[in-house]
Nanobody
Framework: QVQLVESGGGLVQAGGSLRLSCAAS????????MGWFRQAPGEEREFVSA????????YYINSVKGRFTISRDDAKNTVYLQMNRLKPEDTAVYYC????????????????????WGQGTQVTVSS
């Protein structure tokens, strides 16, 4: 099991940027594929991005492609989500999660694939 703690959320105007961090403890993040999800009020949790276990592949939903970048710092045991050109529709609680079963450069966009979750960090984008 890996413990995950997100940080970096906040209130930002549309067009602004935030960088979310997901600090892991207990196991190296390089042991897992790591994903970012978000959940807006009244909505289901939505896959946003993932980075493969080997770190060689990244994945994004269409609505954030070109604006968000996922990365991993193995020395800091931390995964990041750089979010640029934020839009009001990006407002949500953002969660990071670890997929224990992913292999090599696979990823999964289904939340059921992820065994460990952080507590979430709120991102609010004002118009």
């Amino acid at each position: 099991q890996v413990q995950l703690v997100e940080s970096g959320g906040g209130l930002v105007q549309a067009g602004g940027s935030l960088r979310l961090s997901c600090a892991a403890s207990g196991r190296p993040v390089s042991s897992y594929a790591m994903g970012w999800f978000r959940q807006a009020p009244g909505e289901e949790r939505e896959f946003v991005s993932a980075i493969s276990k080997f770190g060689g592949s990244t994945y994004y939903i269409n609505s954030v492609k070109g604006r968000f970048t996922i990365s991993r710092d193995d020395a800091k045991n931390t995964v990041y989500l750089q979010m640029n050109r934020l839009k009001p529709e990006d407002t949500a609680v953002y969660y990071c999660a670890a997929d224990h079963s992913a292999k090599a450069d696979d990823y999964c966009s289904d939340s059921a694939c992820y065994e460990d979750w952080g507590q979430g960090t709120q991102v609010t984008v004002s118009s």
